[in-house]
């Protein structure tokens, strides 16, 4: 049984920052894929940052040079750094694991609760 939990949203300022963490639990692969997606209200779940397990990154264009995407194998944790935040950014951030390298929503099969981020 996976486990996901996701903390680190808020309220901040444009051009503010906030750092997101997902602590992931249960039975996993060391190979697995883990990612941030969000869903803004009234608009679909989109993925903005995947890594796998040997570190390779994908980011969504929306986010590039902005938010970094980084894990701690040996806690099974998840982060994404997010800096100069925009109004555009306000969503539900969601992590979830995958068994192999995807940016796809559809690939990920273990989701956590999610945690609002809201840019003023």
């Known amino acids: 049984h996976v486990q996901l939990v996701e903390s680190g949203g808020g309220s901040v300022q444009a051009g503010g920052f906030l750092r997101l963490s997902c602590a992931a639990s249960?039975?996993?692969?060391?190979?697995?894929?883990m990612g941030w997606f969000r869903q803004a209200a009234g608009k679909e779940r989109e993925g903005i940052a995947t890594?796998?397990?040997?570190?390779?990154?994908i980011y969504a264009d929306s986010v590039k040079g902005r938010f970094t995407i980084t894990r701690d194998k040996g806690t099974n944790t998840l982060y994404l750094q997010m800096d100069n935040l925009q109004s555009e950014d306000t969503a539900m951030y969601y992590c979830?694991?995958?068994?192999?390298?995807?940016?796809?929503?559809?690939?990920?099969?273990?989701w956590g609760q999610g945690t609002q981020v809201t840019v003023s």
């Open positions: 979830a694991i995958s068994d192999h390298y995807s940016s796809r929503v559809a690939d990920f099969a273990y």
């Open positions: 249960g039975y996993l692969y060391s190979s697995y894929c």
């Open positions: 890594i796998d397990g040997d570190g390779s990154a």
